[in-house]
């Protein structure tokens, strides 16, 4: 079994700042959203659940004003966690007001 070299976690807050819902990467596990996301822009081939939309998922019916996605590498420092064009299509349906994401020790604003 190969070690991950990162993680990536995401988090959905409401617009008064309270935690909604945590999610990570699955490596094993599957959705009908994430695939429904993969096949409308062009990549069948990656199933896997993604922290962002297991987060969006995970919130239900709720408003997200701000979803922060982090990735860390094996050694805990903040790498590259730019959201996927899988992961920018599902915006697109679940309308979260800010996302964030770490780029190189720093949060960007998408």
């Known amino acids: 079994m190969t070690k991950k070299r990162y ?3 995401a988090h959905a807050f409401d617009k008064r700042g309270r935690l ?3 999610a990570t990467n699955s490596y094993t596990k599957t959705h009908p959203v994430q ?3 993969a096949d409308r822009v062009g990549h069948p081939h990656q199933p896997f659940a993604h922290a962002e939309i297991l987060c969006m998922l995970r919130c239900k019916d709720k ?3 701000k979803l922060m996605i982090f990735r860390y590498d094996n050694e805990g420092r903040l790498v590259c966690a730019k959201p996927c064009p899988i992961c ?3 915006f697109t349906a679940y309308h979260p007001t800010e996302v964030w994401y770490s780029d190189q020790g720093t949060m ?3």
Do not use: R
């Open 35 to 37: 695939k429904y996301y």
């Open 63 to 65: 408003q997200i004003h």
């Open 7 to 9: 993680i990536v976690v």
């Open 20 to 22: 909604l819902a945590v």
């Open 108 to 110: 960007v604003k998408l």
């Open 88 to 90: 920018q299509e599902a």
